[in-house]
């Protein structure tokens, strides 16, 4: 007979292999698809379709809001149906709407497909992060949810040279390549979506990759969270919207996720706006570079976040070095220069999330957290559609990306100044070790 020890090793190991590596190249995939525009965009759809600064940020933004409206119903739908069929089709029906994408001849008609596939999309993420409750323990899910989030800066790096050589030099049957970079973004989603009906598994207790064992062990695990939730006392929706530290957290979230997405949808602008030399793709290779920056510095400084047991402060860190390097950007007249700010900025971007999560479970109470953080997680990503837009908007207002740029960096040193005076709760936790 093996020991309680070695089935608990194995099982954690079992399922960290079979299910990690695909939440990362689903949730990789897309965001891909999220950002396809941004490359689109710099590789000749704008000339094409006469798209303006503010045209551009109205159409990156308008995907949170569909995404926004449909965040919630998806989930219910997910347990519903289960995970291995709705994440198929979110998976499958978002790829089908990007590769739509590649045939607009309009403006109008690009708006209607960016706000579908926020619909398409909706639910995604926090469907992966309610599927990881199924499978992991509450000690394992930060470490998991972290290896699953470094997608989004990974698939930055790796898209910006890959979708800029699409756009400039990919011309198959006449077809001009910023078309083809919606089609060659939109069938892996399809392709995944698929082998997600044949992969997936729904709960534990239907894993024939794990042994009578281990799924007893694991389900037996998992059945002693859920007999401690049923005596958690859940607060009514009432009592949650009027809670001052749920909103406290919530606008926290809002003006990070503005400066978030206003730099991922604007990136290669800026980038562009250094050098009037860089091509296209060149402008995607340099791309690279900061996200590269900021993957390593969200793994550096969530773990030292953990080692040390402080949120508070790492949780600040971010968005002020975020506001530093954006100020840099505006203040450099040198191109080598303005990218290292550059890469400051992104470091203190994707730094800010793993700190700043477990700062919010230490300070929210269990009773609020059931609905409350539903509600920070999802009006905060309406701040997904305010700054693309407005970075557009203050782009043509003022005829250059200087405005867009001090915009995002005051968001930021908001999201600073709001976490530094959260009072209440516990701003440390001790790092405990197992003896």
């Known amino acids: 007979m093996r020991n309680n020890a070695s089935i608990e090793a194995s099982t954690i190991r079992k399922v960290t292999v079979r299910i990690i590596p695909y939440m990362f190249i689903a949730y990789l995939v897309a965001f891909l698809d999220r950002v396809s525009i941004t490359y ?9 379709l006469n798209i303006t600064s503010t045209a551009f940020g109205l159409l990156s933004g308008i995907f949170f809001i569909g995404y926004f409206l449909c965040e919630i119903p998806s989930n219910i739908f997910l347990n519903r149906f289960g995970a291995r069929k709705w994440i198929a089709r979110i998976l499958i029906s978002w790829g089908i709407v990007t590769v739509a994408t590649s045939f607009v001849n309009s403006v109008t008609h690009l708006y209607i497909l960016r706000f579908l596939l ?26 998991n949810v972290a290896l699953f989030m470094t997608a989004p800066p990974i698939a930055n790096a790796l898209g910006a040279p890959l979708s800029t050589w699409v756009a400039q030099n990919v011309h198959w049957a006449g077809i001009p390549g910023w078309r083809w970079l919606f089609i060659l973004a939109g069938i892996p989603a399809v392709i995944i979506g698929l ?34 939730k049923v005596k958690l006392k859940r607060l009514p929706l ?54 590269i920056c900021g ?15 402080e949120r508070k ?75 693309p837009y407005a970075i557009g908007w203050l782009n043509d207002s003022t005829g250059g990306i200087s405005a867009g740029i001090a915009f995002l960096a005051l968001m930021l040193i908001l999201t600073s100044i709001q976490v530094l005076l ?13 003896a």
């Open 40 to 48: 689109a965009s710099i590789g000749g759809m704008d000339k094409a």
């Open 118 to 143: 926020g619909i398409a999309e909706a639910g995604f993420f926090p469907g992966m992060i309610l599927y990881i409750t199924f499978w992991f323990r509450p000690k394992e899910r930060a470490r």
């Open 195 to 228: 082998i997600t009906l044949f992969y997936l598994t729904d709960r534990p207790e239907n894993a024939k990759w794990l042994t009578k064992q281990e799924k007893d062990w694991l389900m037996n695990e998992l059945k002693k969270e859920q007999e401690e």
């Open 238 to 291: 009432k009592e949650v919207v009027k809670s001052g530290i749920v909103w406290k957290f919530t606008f926290i979230n809002l003006t990070y996720v503005v400066g978030l997405y206003g730099i991922s949808f604007w990136l290669p602008r800026i980038i562009q706006s250094f050098s009037k030399v860089l091509s296209t793709t060149q402008v995607g290779v340099v791309t690279m570079i900061p996200y």
């Open 295 to 309: 993957a390593v510095a969200m793994v550096i400084i969530g773990r030292n976040s953990d080692r040390t047991g």
């Open 313 to 387: 402060l790492h949780a600040a860190l971010g968005p002020f070095l975020g506001t530093v390097g954006l100020i840099g950007v505006l203040l450099s007249h040198s191109s080598i220069l303005s990218m290292i700010f550059i890469c400051v900025a992104t470091v203190g971007l994707y730094s800010f999330s793993g700190p700043y999560w477990a700062f919010t479970s230490s300070v929210v109470t269990a009773e609020l957290a059931v609905i409350g953080i539903g509600i920070i997680n999802s009006i905060g990503n309406l701040g997904g559609f305010v700054g």
């Open 422 to 434: 959260i009072r209440g709760g516990k701003f440390q936790v001790k790092n405990t070790k197992s």
